[in-house]
């Protein structure tokens, strides 16, 4: 398996989807945080075990969702795929490396595509194990959304790093997002 794993994290087009797949669903996954968060601030949470309960079925959902629907669209794209090559070659590929190679792929983005919204969530909640013992409520969400915003900005330089564009610039564009669902949260009556 670990010989298996290197070769596949040695192709770029099997990394590059599984980057892809992580960097959008952990994207996602913080700015549902930051609003859960905000949300439930502002809605009169009374303390920050719930809101770590608010945020971690939000991960449940997000992680289910990542991970269940890029398997299922990896599966067809790569079935597809593979019966376009079967056609090209007049030949059965089941069981041959090709197929194993595409179903270990597979696998690795499913699991990138988890990973994502796990990070994007329970860093962003972490501050409020912390409610009552070293931070107020409102201390928990105003840490959690600048850790929030944090994951977007190294979201954003990671990509922005491997474009050759300027990645704190990668970084603000990014971060900002946070900010505009905080705000918008905010004002929301």
């Known amino acids: 398996m670990g010989a298996e794993l290197r070769r596949l994290l040695g192709r770029g087009d099997v990394l590059s989807i599984a980057r892809r797949y992580f960097v959008s669903n952990g994207f996602d996954g913080t700015l549902t945080c930051i609003g859960v968060v905000v949300g439930a601030v502002l809605s009169g949470v009374p303390?920050?075990?719930?809101?770590?309960?608010?945020?971690?079925?939000?991960?449940?959902?997000?992680?289910?969702?990542?991970?269940?629907?890029?398997?299922?669209?990896?599966?067809?794209?790569?079935?597809?795929?593979i019966r376009r090559i079967e056609r090209a070659m007049l030949t059965d590929l089941d069981d041959t490396r090709v197929e194993r190679e595409r179903r270990g792929a597979r696998l690795l983005h499913a699991v990138a595509s988890g990973l994502g919204p796990l990070i994007g969530v329970l860093v962003p909640l972490s501050p409020f194990v912390l409610e009552g013992s070293l931070l107020a409520m409102r201390e928990a969400a105003l840490v959690s959304i600048a850790l929030g915003v944090g994951v977007l900005c190294a979201f954003g330089a990671y990509m922005g790093s491997i474009s050759g564009q300027r990645w704190y610039v990668a970084a603000a564009r990014m971060g900002l997002a946070g900010l505009v669902v905080a705000g918008i949260n905010y004002f929301l009556p």
């Open 47 to 81: 303390d920050g075990l719930t809101v770590v309960k608010i945020g971690a079925g939000a991960a449940v959902g997000l992680c289910t969702s990542a991970v269940w629907s890029v398997w299922e669209i990896e599966r067809a794209e790569t079935r597809a795929d």
